[in-house]
């Protein structure tokens, strides 16, 4: 499985942005595909996820915020962020768990920035 994620870079907070990320290869019908983030110096976190029913989930400093949602013809993830934070810069990273077995498969990352 690769992902491949776009849609980063550099926004004024209150600004927003949104991320993509694409999988290819051999996807599970039933998954999790979500986005974390790592700021420099601190442990890469949850923001939010979504599964392939569209349930989804938040981390609470995004709720409001953030929007998750996917395509499942297309294998792909989208984070919607809204009136984003100097504290949500970090980079990102997409994320697709099969579930069974439950094994993380990671994007590169991509970096968002939000300062003036």
């Known amino acids: 499985v690769q992902l491949q994620a776009s849609g980063g870079g550099l926004v004024q907070p209150g600004g927003s942005l949104r991320l993509s990320c694409a999988a290819s290869?051999?996807?599970?019908?039933?998954?999790?595909m979500g986005w974390y983030r790592q700021a420099p110096g601190m442990q890469r976190e949850l923001v939010a996820r979504?599964?392939?029913?569209?349930?989804?989930a938040y981390a609470d400093f995004v709720k409001g915020r953030f929007i998750v949602s996917r395509d499942n013809a297309k294998n792909t993830v989208y984070l919607q962020m809204y009136r984003l934070k100097p504290e949500d810069t970090a980079v990102y990273y997409c994320?697709?768990?099969?579930?069974?077995?439950?094994?993380?498969?990671w994007g590169k990352g991509t970096q968002v920035t939000v300062s003036s």
């Open positions: 979504i599964n392939s029913g569209g349930s989804t």
């Open positions: 994320n697709y768990n099969p579930l069974s077995p439950s094994v993380n498969y």
């Open positions: 290869g051999s996807i599970s019908r039933i998954n999790n």
